[in-house]
């Protein structure tokens, strides 16, 4: 990475800068031959009374004294993906937020309000996709009451590491004490290889219809699934649900669902009885979906996963999934999340 003008490493920031993309080298030691240097790149999100603070593409933040800071320079957005289909993050995830309908949404602004008796945190947040029409302590507290007002507790769901993300925000909520809970991983991938995999497709059954049998192996669903989750599973421009039947009856051997929206195809709960793993049902159940998403002529696929599943990761990067950016869900502080 290279910082020097004429062989000299520069400081070529200032708090000017906040908002942009920034590369800096921060001496971890003392200033003295053999001292220790490391390097961040991110988004300047802070800069005062001596101090930075720089969020990196997973959305972590990172602070910096600015007496530690012997090179810095703003450098361009995050490149394009070389494997996958190109895509902006507000496309995305919009994309994806049709895919997983909340039962109610109200707009403030250029927010969305959404709420589904609590059914998962994707459908019980707000998607900020913009200006909210107000300033943003005010927008907070206009959040907090309509989620109160629902017995819920509010979640606003930001991404990061990507041109068009919201690492500013994230970093107001930090500032107001918001909680960061829960990371997740948007993952993309050019849709035609996923329905070319070798995958043995003839145990999957497609409906477009959700039906008890597919709840049953669906983890989400603890005894009878809510009215709300029923709506929210069945939602979304054209929905298709995949089943492979257990052996001996009882709840199935696997399950996936996806969404197909123009050309984007969406992966959602992709399982696998515990029993039943490494015997290739996720990939077959991926194939087929991909296969029927093909055939109503979407060519992008996307599925959102959380960064610490390393299982679903190995088994996606193995389909030719790559990361796009990440998302987060902030939670207002002093709420029980339930």
Known sequence: MDFTTGGRLEVRITPDDVGKRVSVRLVTEDREPGATFTDVVGVLTSWTEGTLSITRRTGEPVRIAESSLVAGKVVPAAPARRRGPATSAPELDR??????????????????????????????????????????DAALRRVTEWYAARELPAYIQVSTGAEGTQELLAAELESRGWIREVSSRMEIAALAPIGDLDADTSAVTLSARLDDAWLTRYQRSSGEPSPEARTVLSGGPSVWFATIAAEEGGAPAAIGRCVVDGRWAGFTAVEVAPERRRQGLAKAVMTALARKALDEGASAAYLQVETDNGGAHALYEGMGFTVHHSYHHWRASGEDPR
């Open 95 to 136: 994309v994806a937020a049709r895919a997983w309908p909340p039962v109610t949404s109200e707009p403030l602004g250029e927010w969305t309000l959404r709420a589904s008796g609590g059914f998962t945190r994707r459908a019980n947040s707000v998607l900020p996709l913009g200006d909210p029409g107000m300033g943003l």
